[in-house]
């Protein structure tokens, strides 16, 4: 038995007849299930969403029937709207070596597309000028010529251009431009701090004349109370401080007995008291006392309340009364006295 190796995969023995193979029997318009990705920009028709060239999807794909370009088959495409699921349908274009769109969605406008058109155009009808019109081939050649020195020149322009920029130091440039920034931070920073010192020094200068003025009015109160004594006891009511500013101690001490006297009247003399009382006559009959009924006249007249001393002695052999005794105190001996007659 010969074996018969065709590769080194696949066996097929010597009795292999490939005719006997049945065939599947698989529609033509049949659909595969493709990943592929949108090959232009589109709109749907249905809800207004757009989809971008490269966005993908998972699409049905089939041969279109009865159509060939130079026996090519032309294939066609189902796609869903992202937003709506709506279907887009679109088709292979091998003549113009792209895709055309048929429904579901409007294509985006490309301006490339006709640009590059445009180009083939005029370029076909140039091909055609010249083929039967040999000047019409020399002129061209001119332009063509002409066009090529005009970009030369603006080339060169550039190159000189990008030669003076390069000679251009732009790290000094931009040293220069931060020390300028740093100067006008600096002086700025000067001027404020300027400015604020200046405050505080005339809200200082305002303050104080405040103060003064304050203290002008006050002195100016304190000059308008002039001390007036109504009464004559408020000297004693007065400190004695206030009345060593004029005076001496002595007169103020005096000053105070006197409008005492004045508003009270003198005990320490023989004064209107002093008259209502009347001594006794001594029991000893030798001798006569001495009369001061006249001194006491005399002062009560004058309104004095002090008396001169006087010395003398009663019968009895007791002293009489000192010149700074009361009334009272002579009151008090002259009832001592009846009580010891009494006795």
Known sequence: MICKYINVEKYYPPDFDPSKIPK???????????????????????CGEYIYKGKKFNARKETVQNELYLG??????????????????????????DYAME?????????????????????????????????????????????????????QELKELNQRQAQV?????????????????EREKEEDERETKEMLERALVKRLRDSDSEEEAENAKDRGRKPTADKPTD??????????????????????VESWERSVGGLGGK???GSLVVRKKPAHSGC????????????????????????????????????????????????????????
């Open 169 to 185: 130091d732009f790290e000094g440039m931009l040293d220069q431009y931060k020390e300028m920034e740093r100067r006008q931070r």
């Open 103 to 155: 429904h579901g969605a409007t294509r985006n406008f490309q301006a490339e597309k006709l640009i590059e058109e445009e180009e083939k155009k005029i370029q076909q009808e140039r091909e055609e000028e010249e083929l039967n019109n040999p000047m019409k081939v020399l002129e061209n050649r001119t332009r063509d010529s002409k066009m090529e020195m005009e970009v030369l020149e603006n080339l």
């Open 24 to 46: 599947l029997k698989l529609p033509k318009d049949r659909q595969y299930v493709v990943r592929l990705m949108a090959p232009f920009n589109m709109r749907c028709k249905t």
């Open 288 to 343: 006569k006392p001495v009369s001061t009924a006249p001194r006491q006249a005399a002062d009560t007249q004058t309104g004095t309340g002090a008396a001169k001393p006087e010395s003398s002695t009663a019968s009895n052999g007791q002293p009489a009364a000192s010149q700074n005794g009361s009334s009272l105190s002579l009151l008090g001996a002259y009832t001592d006295s009846d009580d010891s007659n009494s006795d």
């Open 72 to 97: 090519l088959p032309i294939f066609r495409f189902y796609i869903k709207c992202t937003r709506c699921l709506a279907e887009i349908t679109f088709k292979t274009d091998p003549e113009n070596t």
């Open 271 to 273: 004064g209107a008291l």
């Open 235 to 256: 000297i004693l009511t007065t400190d004695g401080s206030s009345g060593s500013q004029g005076s001496s101690s002595v007169s103020v001490k005096k000053q105070k």
